[in-house]
C-alpha cells in the first residue's frame, strides 16, 4: 500500500494502473485524474525554477550596467536583457492581472504588472526616441522587482511540496504482510488482504499490522508511536491493541477487529489529511492593500495626464507625468518588504535552533493567545526515570536500590532499564543472578545468595506471601504524585520502594513561566489519568488540564479551543501529535520527535528546548512588527511621491516631475526596507538558550 500524493488516498502497487517513474522512484497513483494533476503540478515548479534561474542570472548584468559600468550601446543592451524577463518570466503577472480585471479587483499581479511595464515602456521610448524622452532607463527596475517575487512564489511551491510528506511518513508505519492463522497453519498475506474476525499471530519484536483484540497469550506493547506514552502497556486476552504498535515480549494472537481506513492509524492520516488541506491560506497584507492601492495609483496617473493635457501642456508632457506617476508607485519596496524580513527573520531562527517555514508560519505565530502541549516527551523526557528511592528498617537507599537492579538486569522494560541505568550512575555493583523469571505485567523474582529477589507491584508481592501493610502509606504518597511505585523485597521481607516517573525537561517550567507572562494561556494535553496529569501540569505551572485523551480526539480539543475564538499553537514530538499539530492554528514540534511530527509543524525546535517555543513567538511577533514597518515604508514614499510626480507643486518644482526623480524615490524607498530588515540582526531572544 501506499499513498497517492494529489489526494492522499491509498494506493495497492500491485493493482495500481496510474503509476510515474521520477528520479529512480516509482509513484503510484489511485486515478489518471490524479496522474495528470500531478504531472501538471511537475511541469509548473519546473517552469517556475527555471524562470527564477533565468530572471537572477540576467538581473545581475543588468543592475552592473545600470549603476557601476556603461558600454557603448549600454541601453540597447539593457533593452536586450530586461525583454525577456518583462514579458518571458513576468507573463505570469499580466495572465494574474487580466484574470484580477475579470473579476474586477487588484492584486498584487496588477501592481506587479502595471509598474513593470511603465518602467519598462518608458525605458524603450528613451531608447527609441531620445530626442523626445530624455533621460535614464528602468530597466533594472522591472527585472529586479520580477525576479524577486518569482522567487518568492518558488519557495512557496517548495513549501506546498511539502504537505504530503507527513501523511507518507504516517503510512510507512503500517507493517505490509500479517501472519494469520488458515486452516491451522501460519499464512503470511498482503496487509489489504486481511479481513475483520481473521487471527493474526504477532511474534516479540513485531509489528501488529490492524487493530483487534487478544485472544490468547500474555505481553508488553509498546504504543508510545499512537498514545505518545513511554510506558508499555501489558495486553492479556480480552485487551485491544493498536495497529502499528510494537510486541515488546510474548507471543500474542489476536483477532482482527479493524481493517482498511477503519484502523487507529488510518483514522490519524485522516485527521492529519483534512487538517492540513481544509484551511484557507491567510491573506497577504499586502495583497490587501494593494487592491485598494493599484487601482487608486492607476486613477491618479490617468487623471494627471489627462488634466495637465487639457490645462494646456503638451502630449509628451502629459505622458512624462502619466509614466512618472506609475514608477514612483512601482512596488520595488513592496516587492521586498516581506521577503526580506522573512529572510532575516527565519534566519535567526535558525541561528538560534528554530526552522520557521516560511512566513505564514510567523503570521501565525504574532497572533497566538492560547498554546498546548503535549506531556509525554514534550514537557516530560519521555522515558520514565527513578525519582525516589525509599528504605525499611535498617536497609540503606542505595542496597534497595543495588538488589533492584540486579534483579532488573537485562529486562527490556522501560521501568527496569531505568532501575538498572540508575543503579549505574550510582557505581553500584550488579552480579550475575541465577533462576531468572519475569511475570508479565507483575514482576520480576531472581535468586541471589541463595535468596528471593522480588521486585514488583502489590498483585506479585501478594501472590508470593509478601506483607506490604508497612509501606502502604509511602506507596500511596508516590502514586499521588503521578509515579509509578515499585515494591523491592528480598528474603521474605520488604525493603522497600522506588518510584518511576516519567519526569520534566530541565526548562520546561521556565518556558510555561514566560509564556504565561507574555498573556498566551497554557495548556496540557495527555492520555494519562487526572491524577497523574494534575501533579505533572502542578510541578510545571500549567493551570488548565485535558487529561485521559486518546490519540484521535486531540485534534477535537484543539477544534474545541478553536471554537472558542482561541488561536491556539500546539507542541508536540509524537505521531499521535501530528493531528493536533495540523489542526493547530500553529503546530511547533519538537526536533527530538518523529519525522511525521517534524513534517506537520510549521515550527521545528531543533534543540529539544521548550524555551524556543518562547523565543519562535516572540521572534515571530518581532518579525511580523519589521513587515509592517517595511510596508509602511514601502508606502510612504509612493504616497508623498505620487502627488508630487502628479505635478502638485508645478511649477515651483518642476525637477520633480522627472522620472529620474520618481526612480530615486524608488530607491530610496527600497534602500529604507533593507536597511529596517537588516537592523533585525540586533534581535536576542527573551531567553538565551545557548
Given at each position: 500500500m501506499?499513498?497517492?500524493?494529489?489526494?492522499?488516498?491509498?494506493v495497492?502497487?500491485?493493482?495500481?494502473?496510474?503509476?510515474?517513474?521520477?528520479?529512480?522512484?516509482?509513484?503510484?497513483f489511485?486515478?489518471?485524474?490524479?496522474?495528470?494533476?500531478?504531472?501538471?503540478?511537475?511541469?509548473?515548479?519546473?517552469?517556475?525554477?527555471?524562470?527564477v534561474?533565468?530572471?537572477?542570472?540576467?538581473?545581475?548584468?543588468?543592475?552592473?550596467?545600470?549603476?557601476?559600468?556603461?558600454?557603448?550601446?549600454?541601453?540597447?543592451?539593457?533593452?536586450?536583457?530586461?525583454?525577456p524577463?518583462?514579458?518571458?518570466?513576468?507573463?505570469?503577472?499580466y495572465?494574474?492581472?487580466?484574470?484580477?480585471?475579470?473579476?474586477?479587483?487588484?492584486?498584487?499581479?496588477?501592481?506587479?504588472?502595471?509598474?513593470?511595464?511603465a518602467?519598462?515602456?518608458?525605458?524603450?521610448?528613451?531608447?527609441?526616441?531620445?530626442?523626445?524622452?530624455?533621460?535614464?532607463t528602468?530597466f533594472?527596475?522591472?527585472?529586479?522587482?520580477?525576479?524577486?517575487?518569482?522567487?518568492?512564489?518558488?519557495?512557496?511551491?517548495?513549501?506546498k511540496?511539502?504537505?504530503?510528506?507527513?501523511?507518507k511518513?504516517?503510512?510507512?508505519?503500517?507493517?505490509?504482510?500479517a501472519?494469520?492463522?488458515?486452516?491451522?497453519?501460519?499464512?503470511?498475506i498482503?496487509?489489504?488482504?486481511v479481513?475483520?474476525?481473521?487471527?493474526?499471530?504477532?511474534?516479540?519484536?513485531?509489528?501488529?499490522?490492524?487493530d483487534?483484540?487478544?485472544?490468547?497469550?500474555?505481553?508488553?506493547?509498546d504504543?508510545?508511536?499512537?498514545?505518545?506514552?513511554?510506558?508499555?502497556?501489558?495486553k492479556?486476552?480480552?485487551?485491544?491493541?493498536?495497529g502499528?504498535?510494537?510486541?515488546?515480549?510474548?507471543?500474542?494472537?489476536?483477532?482482527?477487529?479493524k481493517?482498511?481506513?477503519?484502523?487507529?492509524?488510518?483514522?490519524?492520516?485522516?485527521?492529519?489529511?483534512?487538517?492540513?488541506?481544509?484551511?484557507?491560506?491567510?491573506?497577504?497584507?499586502?495583497?490587501?492593500?494593494?487592491?485598494?492601492?493599484?487601482?487608486?495609483?492607476?486613477?491618479?496617473?490617468?487623471?494627471?495626464?489627462?488634466?495637465?493635457?487639457?490645462?494646456?501642456?503638451?502630449?509628451?508632457?502629459?505622458?512624462?507625468?502619466?509614466?512618472?506617476?506609475?514608477?514612483?508607485?512601482?512596488?520595488?519596496?513592496?516587492?521586498?518588504?516581506?521577503?526580506?524580513?522573512?529572510?532575516?527573520?527565519?534566519?535567526?531562527?535558525?541561528?538560534?535552533?528554530?526552522?520557521?517555514?516560511?512566513?505564514?508560519?510567523?503570521?501565525?505565530?504574532?497572533?497566538?493567545?492560547?498554546?498546548?502541549?503535549?506531556?509525554?516527551?514534550?514537557?516530560?523526557?519521555?522515558?520514565?526515570?527513578?525519582?525516589?528511592?525509599?528504605?525499611?528498617?535498617?536497609?540503606?537507599?542505595?542496597?534497595?536500590?543495588?538488589?533492584?537492579?540486579?534483579?532488573?538486569v537485562?529486562?527490556?522494560?522501560?521501568?527496569?532499564?531505568?532501575?538498572?541505568?540508575?543503579?549505574?550512575?550510582?557505581?553500584?555493583t550488579?552480579?550475575?543472578?541465577?533462576?531468572?523469571?519475569?511475570?508479565?505485567?507483575k514482576?520480576?523474582?531472581?535468586?541471589?545468595?541463595?535468596?528471593?529477589?522480588?521486585?514488583?507491584?502489590?498483585?506479585f508481592?501478594?501472590?508470593?506471601?509478601?506483607?506490604?501493610?508497612?509501606?502502604?502509606?509511602?506507596?500511596?504518597?508516590?502514586?499521588?504524585?503521578?509515579?509509578?511505585?515499585?515494591?523491592?523485597?528480598?528474603?521474605?521481607?520488604?525493603?522497600?520502594?522506588?518510584?518511576?516517573?516519567?519526569?520534566?525537561?530541565?526548562f520546561?517550567?521556565?518556558?510555561?513561566?514566560?509564556?504565561?507572562?507574555?498573556?498566551?494561556?497554557?495548556?496540557?494535553?495527555?492520555?494519562?489519568?487526572?491524577?497523574?496529569?494534575?501533579?505533572?501540569?502542578?510541578?510545571?505551572?500549567?493551570?488548565?488540564?485535558?487529561?485521559?485523551?486518546?490519540?484521535?480526539?486531540?485534534?477535537?480539543?484543539?477544534?474545541?479551543?478553536?471554537?472558542?475564538?482561541?488561536?491556539?499553537?500546539?507542541?508536540?514530538?509524537?505521531?499521535?501529535d501530528?493531528?493536533?499539530?495540523?489542526?493547530?492554528?500553529?503546530?511547533?514540534?519538537?526536533?527530538?520527535?518523529?519525522?511525521?511530527?517534524?513534517?506537520?509543524?510549521k515550527?521545528?525546535?531543533?534543540?529539544?528546548?521548550?524555551?524556543?517555543?518562547?523565543?519562535?513567538?516572540?521572534?515571530?511577533?518581532?518579525?511580523?512588527?519589521?513587515i509592517?514597518?517595511?510596508?509602511?515604508?514601502?508606502?510612504?514614499?509612493?504616497?508623498?511621491?505620487?502627488?508630487?510626480?502628479?505635478?502638485?507643486?508645478?511649477?515651483?518644482?518642476?525637477?520633480?516631475l522627472?522620472?529620474?526623480?520618481?526612480?530615486?524615490?524608488?530607491?530610496?524607498?527600497?534602500?529604507?526596507?533593507?536597511?529596517?530588515?537588516?537592523?533585525?540582526?540586533?534581535?536576542?531572544?527573551?531567553?538565551?538558550?545557548?
Amino acid at each position: 500500500m501506499t499513498v497517492d500524493p494529489v489526494c492522499g488516498m491509498y494506493v495497492d502497487e500491485k493493482k495500481a494502473i496510474f503509476k510515474k517513474d521520477i528520479d529512480s522512484k516509482t509513484i503510484y497513483f489511485c486515478s489518471e485524474n490524479c496522474l495528470k494533476t500531478y504531472e501538471s503540478r511537475e511541469k509548473e515548479f519546473k517552469k517556475l525554477r527555471l524562470l527564477v534561474i533565468l530572471s537572477g542570472l540576467i538581473a545581475v548584468p543588468v543592475v552592473a550596467l545600470s549603476f557601476f559600468y556603461k558600454l557603448p550601446y549600454n541601453n540597447w543592451i539593457l533593452l536586450l536583457l530586461a525583454t525577456p524577463v518583462q514579458f518571458v518570466a513576468g507573463w505570469r503577472f499580466y495572465k494574474g492581472m487580466w484574470d484580477g480585471l475579470k473579476a474586477r479587483s487588484a492584486n498584487m499581479d496588477t501592481l506587479i504588472a502595471t509598474g513593470t511595464s511603465a518602467a519598462w515602456f518608458y525605458s524603450v521610448s528613451v531608447v527609441f526616441f531620445p530626442a523626445i524622452f530624455t533621460g535614464e532607463t528602468y530597466f533594472d527596475a522591472s527585472v529586479i522587482i520580477i525576479a524577486l517575487v518569482l522567487f518568492g512564489k518558488l519557495l512557496e511551491e517548495i513549501a506546498k511540496g511539502k504537505a504530503s510528506e507527513s501523511i507518507k511518513k504516517l503510512m510507512g508505519l503500517q507493517p505490509k504482510t500479517a501472519r494469520i492463522i488458515k486452516n491451522g497453519k501460519e499464512v503470511e498475506i498482503p496487509i489489504e488482504n486481511v479481513q475483520i474476525n481473521d487471527i493474526i499471530v504477532v511474534r516479540p519484536g513485531e509489528k501488529f499490522p490492524v487493530d483487534g483484540i487478544v485472544v490468547e497469550g500474555e505481553s508488553s506493547v509498546d504504543e508510545s508511536m499512537i498514545t505518545g506514552e513511554s510506558m508499555p502497556v501489558t495486553k492479556r486476552k480480552g485487551d485491544e491493541v493498536i495497529g502499528a504498535t510494537i510486541n515488546k515480549s510474548g507471543l500474542l494472537r489476536f483477532k482482527a477487529t479493524k481493517v482498511g481506513k477503519d484502523t487507529v492509524l488510518q483514522q490519524i492520516i485522516k485527521v492529519v489529511q483534512e487538517a492540513q488541506t481544509g484551511k484557507a491560506p491567510i491573506q497577504r497584507l499586502a495583497d490587501k492593500v494593494a487592491s485598494i492601492f493599484t487601482p487608486s495609483v492607476i486613477a491618479v496617473a490617468i487623471l494627471s495626464g489627462i488634466l495637465w493635457f487639457f490645462l494646456g501642456q503638451n502630449f509628451i508632457f502629459a505622458l512624462t507625468i502619466f509614466i512618472t506617476v506609475l514608477i514612483i508607485a512601482c512596488p520595488c519596496a513592496l516587492g521586498i518588504a516581506t521577503p526580506t524580513a522573512i529572510l532575516v527573520g527565519t534566519g535567526l531562527g535558525a541561528q538560534n535552533g528554530i526552522l520557521i517555514k516560511g512566513g505564514e508560519a510567523l503570521e501565525i505565530a504574532k497572533k497566538i493567545n492560547t498554546i498546548i502541549f503535549d506531556k509525554t516527551g514534550t514537557l516530560t523526557k519521555g522515558e520514565p526515570s527513578v525519582t525516589d528511592v525509599v528504605r525499611l528498617g535498617n536497609v540503606k537507599e542505595n542496597e534497595v536500590l543495588r538488589l533492584a537492579a540486579i534483579a532488573e538486569v537485562g529486562s527490556e522494560h522501560p521501568i527496569g532499564e531505568a532501575i538498572v541505568k540508575k543503579a549505574m550512575e550510582s557505581n553500584l555493583t550488579l552480579p550475575n543472578v541465577k533462576s531468572y523469571q519475569t511475570v508479565s505485567g507483575k514482576g520480576i523474582k531472581v535468586t541471589y545468595l541463595n535468596k528471593r529477589i522480588l521486585v514488583g507491584n502489590r498483585t506479585f508481592m501478594k501472590e508470593n506471601g509478601i506483607v506490604i501493610t508497612e509501606l502502604e502509606g509511602e506507596i500511596q504518597k508516590l502514586e499521588d504524585e503521578g509515579k509509578t511505585t515499585v515494591i523491592v523485597a528480598y528474603g521474605d521481607k520488604v525493603i522497600g520502594l522506588i518510584g518511576v516517573a516519567d519526569t520534566l525537561k530541565e526548562f520546561s517550567k521556565d518556558a510555561v513561566q514566560q509564556l504565561k507572562k507574555m498573556g498566551i494561556g497554557v495548556w496540557m494535553i495527555t492520555g494519562d489519568n487526572e491524577r497523574t496529569a494534575n501533579s505533572i501540569a502542578s510541578d510545571v505551572g500549567i493551570d488548565y488540564v485535558m487529561a485521559g485523551v486518546l490519540p484521535e480526539d486531540k485534534a477535537k480539543k484543539v477544534k474545541e479551543l478553536q471554537d472558542k475564538g482561541m488561536i491556539v499553537s500546539a507542541v508536540g514530538d509524537g505521531i499521535n501529535d501530528a493531528p493536533m499539530l495540523a489542526q493547530a492554528d500553529l503546530g511547533i514540534a519538537i526536533g527530538s520527535g518523529t519525522d511525521v511530527a517534524l513534517e506537520t509543524g510549521k515550527i521545528v525546535l531543533i534543540k529539544n528546548d521548550l524555551r524556543d517555543v518562547v523565543t519562535s513567538i516572540d521572534l515571530s511577533k518581532y518579525t511580523v512588527n519589521k513587515i509592517k514597518q517595511n510596508l509602511f515604508w514601502a508606502f510612504f514614499y509612493n504616497t508623498v511621491g505620487i502627488p508630487l510626480a502628479a505635478g502638485i507643486l508645478y511649477p515651483f518644482f518642476g525637477l520633480l516631475l522627472s522620472p529620474i526623480i520618481a526612480g530615486a524615490a524608488m530607491a530610496f524607498s527600497s534602500f529604507s526596507v533593507v536597511g529596517n530588515s537588516l537592523l533585525m540582526r540586533m534581535y536576542r531572544p527573551r531567553i538565551q538558550t545557548k
